[in-house]
């Protein structure tokens, strides 16, 4: 069965660089969650996303925006990047009618 | 607000014994509850849910767990574990209402399986 892809999957980015993470829900699914998971943390919910729009917020810095395209995919942009950002960011994505939700592999991204 | 609570950040067990791990929420709200597991490196895979109905719930890998409302707690059993059981265990809540709510995790249970 087809699963939620993201790209790139490692991404290394020097302070104050822009990043751009991407995300492919599981087809016919049509809300997108954003996770962001420390070392040795539980993940973190930023940013979900429903039929484009922005369903709800969570812990997202201001530095940090995404959006839910045309065809579901989604992605989030990381400007003014910190040391702290390093960290593996989920996306996840679920059906409207199902609470169960999804997860790709994550991206991990490395700020030095 | 939801907050969920694992009360086992790391259990170590010989292989072929059998395994608890423990998890207690806490709602003002009717909630879903899940496990995921996360192996080395890798992202969440779901490992059972409960949405309604029987409180047993059965999953993959042979896990089960069972949902108590009066006690708030989804503990997460297997009778025989393998080797290859090694991974990180995340609790996790959702508001049950419709559709889009966000996930709640637990800190984790590092489940570590000896020969």
């Known amino acids: 069965a087809a699963g939620v892809i993201q790209s790139p999957r490692h991404l290394i980015k020097e302070k104050r660089e822009t990043a751009t993470l991407k995300c492919y829900p599981i087809p016919r699914h049509d809300t997108v969650y954003w996770y962001q998971q420390g070392p040795g943390q539980d993940p973190q919910f930023l940013i979900s996303?429903?039929?484009?729009?922005?369903?709800d917020k969570g812990s997202i810095p201001d530095r940090f925006s995404a959006q839910q395209f045309s065809d579901y995919h989604s992605e989030l942009n990381m400007s003014s990047l910190e040391l702290g950002d390093s960290a593996l960011y989920f996306c996840?994505?679920?059906?409207?009618?199902?609470?169960?939700?999804?997860f790709g592999p994550g991206t991990r991204l490395l700020v030095l | 607000a939801q907050s969920v609570t694992q009360l086992d950040s790391q259990v170590p067990v010989f292989e072929e014994a059998p395994v608890e791990l423990r998890c207690n929420y806490s709602s003002s709200v009717s909630v879903y509850l899940f496990w995921y597991v996360q192996y080395p490196n890798q992202g969440l895979q779901l490992l059972l849910k409960y949405l309604s109905g029987s409180t047993l719930v059965k999953g993959i890998n042979g896990f089960e767990a069972e949902f108590n409302k009066s006690q708030t707690s989804f503990h997460l059993r297997k009778p025989s574990v393998h080797i290859s059981d090694t991974a990180e265990y995340f609790c996790?809540?959702?508001?049950?209402?419709?559709?889009?709510?966000?996930?709640?995790f637990g800190a984790g249970t590092r489940l570590a399986v000896h020969p």
């Open positions: 996303f429903y039929e484009k729009m922005q369903s």
């Open positions: 996840a994505s679920s059906s409207r009618r199902q609470e169960t939700q999804y």
């Open positions: 996790a809540v959702s508001r049950l209402s419709g559709g889009y709510n966000k996930l709640i």
